[in-house]
């Protein structure tokens, strides 16, 4: 059963600019079949921010991936429905893709440093993004490409238009990603992979509040993907939480912070130094363990090997959805019968 | 377990374990390096058996014999202009194509390492003289100098082999020198300095082992280079001199030929074109394997 | 920018001063006396030694190498010993034909090669791709005057396609002015309007620069490949895509311009080593070049045009080489000296 008739009210469908339904995304490499996307599902509405929290290798930027569709070899989209705005995105033909790519949904990266095409100018590189999607002329693709870079705060914007991406710091090649993710009439969702992550504290603080401006005023989506729960309490709506390509609790940003209920939640947000349990104390607490091994997967909750509520049942089988709250389920054998206070 | 079980267990574990041998599982998977190795092996099995495969004496001629097709007298591959039999010339050459790979590449690889590793190690003075001089030598296209050399010694095979040599050493030199300089202030080197080792014995026996895989790749492709430039020099006038079979210098009279006897222009050349695959098939390979490694 | 061409251009003095030493020294350690060769073995010992002596044979060998040296910096070559021509004009004349064979060759090596270079790793693994980098290996493995022989074979003699040397048709009656001989067709056709020797020099170069060039395309195509596909790897690749870009946009326009700064490298060496090599195949296709004449002045022991042949080119070799670094940084948007 999708996924998409659930606890929310029947209204708020139209709402929705993304819906994701059981997406399947597998890596077939030389030692085995890696799972990295394994049946999750998540919407993310109009005008709000999605994040998608969870350690590196989770399968969250696979995700992100797989919306776009930029799984190359040995990685394949096995199953599921993306719905942007009504339409399944993995039944488009690859022109339409590209139509899409950019135009309705882009994407900003993690590294600023390499992901601009170092031999042309920031200028171009915008104005590219103009000239694939609409028929207009450059002198007039060129003076929105300034505008833009005005807009996510770079100054004198009409003489770093012509620099190259190696004269401008990290930060700034930052904003001017964000100009690119922008250069388009009609924005509909915007894809953030870890985009603070590679910068500095104070920069990545300007940048998560240029990100909350600009979608208030051009009334964009967000999906904003990170291990750090920190950003997430700044800029997220709604909160999406993966462990090893499975969603395992899907809360409201108030929900998640408060009301956490699965175990590794907890323990996401017991690693955030900013916490009020730490007050006073001088030691973080980590979760103990590691990451398992994606292609030696039991059949059971993955977190099992980590988690101290672990029973047997936990690694026989993979917990079914529970709902327990508006707009909160978590998949965790024990829910609401843990008390992590 | 019995000990004999224990034994061959550990035996099995430390072959296992050797890098040797998980460098070998690797080559193995890659197709052409062992299409290049089969090569190989064949080339050295014609080059010593080749009194056991010629069907003729290669420089014996039989002048009422000559330009015969393949398969017509007796001749597998046909005659050449002397009445000489094609096969068995070619057969030959093999031998000599292997003897002159392996001096040329010995002539290079011991001056070359040896010039590398003073380079490299003791550095300073020593390092700049070098370093020069290789420049200098690497300012000739190759093939140019070692015309020149062998002009300047008089044609002849032996000549040949060492201007060929003398014009390797740069590339050795160069690999061994920037492999010394990486490894000259690793954590080992000081240990066993300050344990009393010699200069002497820190170069060859500890940082040398260390830069073998490069020079390995490049001693490999250096045969392809060898068989190549000897076969050029061959076909000029300035290597080996007739009646030697050598594959280049069957070729060299073969212009006139070209519209009459087409299988004195094309087999020996064939013979050239798949040797040298060989070489390069598997030093590829090699290198494939050997220096991702290095990366990681 | 400019100190930096100015500092590698002084380094090249001393490199060229060697490059004079040892072709020098190796002459002088040649056997036999160049004196009596010239004058022939029925020549008398005083005839011999008057030679020597005007020719400066009688001095120490470093007086020699003195004044060898302040005649070459005025570009003196001596006189060629068969010719009694001045080497140096010797060479200027043969020059053209060699570089035209040059360039056409390189132009040659450099179209094919970098289509396959980028076809190969924008598909890699598919059977083109093993196809094409197989094919290059054995491109490199071929010897290239074996190479020649058999596209004259083939071509010149079987099918009957293509001369089977020379620069211009024989019977063409023809005064070179500027002695590329493509150039001069060109210009002959703006003054009569014919083709016919354009036409003719173009059929007759087309063998030698297939032959000349197929090694430099085999490497060239590889180059290209790994170049390609190590840019394609790159973040900024997929930043491409992600705007929406046709794949054509993404390999031609973004990748290819990253991938290209190596293969030039490649490109200019190659062509280096076209103008110093193409003796091999300047010998089977008649061409009247510099290799070509360069060798018959080793068979026939010709010390001042060994002497003068070999250093022009070691000279050009090198200033190839170093325009092609200079080329490199000022492309390379990253370094600014």
Known sequence: MSEAIDVNVAGRKTNTVLQMENLRTFFYTQKGVVKAVNDVSLRIEKGKTLALVGESGCGKSVTSLSIMRLISKPGRIESGRILFEGEDLLAYSDRRMRSIRGNRISMIFQEPMTSLNPVFRVGEQIVEVFLTHEKIKKSEAYERAVELLKMVGIPAPEKRITSYPHELSGGMRQRVMIAMALASPDPGLMIADEPTTALDVTIQAQILQLMNELQQRVKMSLLLITHDMGVVAETADHVVVMYAGKKVEEADINDIFEHPQHPYTVGLLNSIPANEKYRGRDRLEAIPGVVPNLLKLHNGCPFENRCVYARDICRREFPERRVIGENHEVYCHFADQLDFS | ?296 | MTKYILKRLLLLIPTILGIITIVFFMMSLAPGDPARLALGARATPEAVAELRHEWGLDQPLTTQYLVYLKHVTALDFGKSLKTQEPVISEILARFPATIELSIVAIIISTVFGILAGVISASKQYSALDYGAMFGALVGVSMPVFWLALILIMVFSVNLNLFPTGGRMGIRLIFSPITHFYLLDGLIYFFRTGSMKYFLSALHHIILPAIALGTVPLAIIARVTRSSMLEVLRQDYIRTARSKGLAERVVIYKHALKNAFLPVITVIGIEFGFNLAGAVLTEEIFSWPGLGRWLFSAMNARDIPAIQGGVMVIAIVFVVINLAVDVLYTLLNPKIRY
């Open chain 2, 1 to 296: 377990m019995s000990t004999i079980e224990q034994t061959a267990d550990t035996r099995q574990s430390r072959l296992e374990n050797s890098l040797l041998y998980e460098n070998w599982l690797l080559l193995r998977k890659n197709k052409s390096a062992m299409l290049g190795l089969f090569i190989i092996v064949i080339f050295i099995l014609v080059a010593v058996f080749a009194p056991l495969l010629a069907t003729h004496d290669p420089i014996a001629q039989n002048i009422d014999l000559r330009l015969s097709r393949p398969m017509e007298n007796g001749y597998i591959l046909g005659s050449d202009d002397f009445g000489r039999d094609l096969y068995s010339r070619i057969i030959y050459g093999a031998r000599i194509s292997l003897m002159i790979g392996t001096i040329t590449v010995s002539i290079g690889l011991v001056f070359g390492v040896f010039l590398g590793l003073i380079a490299g190690y003791y550095g300073g003075v020593f390092d700049i003289l070098i370093m020069r001089l290789i420049d200098i030598m690497l300012a000739f296209p190759y093939i140019l100098l070692a015309l020149v050399i062998v002009a300047t010694l008089g044609p002849s095979l032996r000549n040949a082999m060492i201007a060929i040599g003398i014009v390797g050493i740069p590339r050795y030199a160069r690999i061994v020198r920037s492999s010394v300089l990486a490894e000259k202030e690793s954590d080992y080197i000081i240990v066993e300095r300050s344990l009393g080792a010699s200069n002497f014995e820190l170069m060859f026996k500890s940082i040398l082992p260390n830069c073998l895989s490069p020079i390995i790749v490049q001693a490999t492709l250096g045969y392809a280079g060898a068989i190549l430039s000897s076969a050029a020099l061959s076909f000029l006038g300035m290597g080996t001199q007739p009646p030697t079979p050598e594959w280049g210098l069957m070729l060299s009279s073969a212009k006139q030929f070209v519209a009459s006897a087409w299988w004195v222009v094309t087999f020996p050349g064939v013979a050239i074109l798949i040797s040298v695959l060989g070489f390069n098939l598997f030093g590829d390979g090699l290198r494939d394997v050997l220096d991702p490694r290095l990366k990681e």
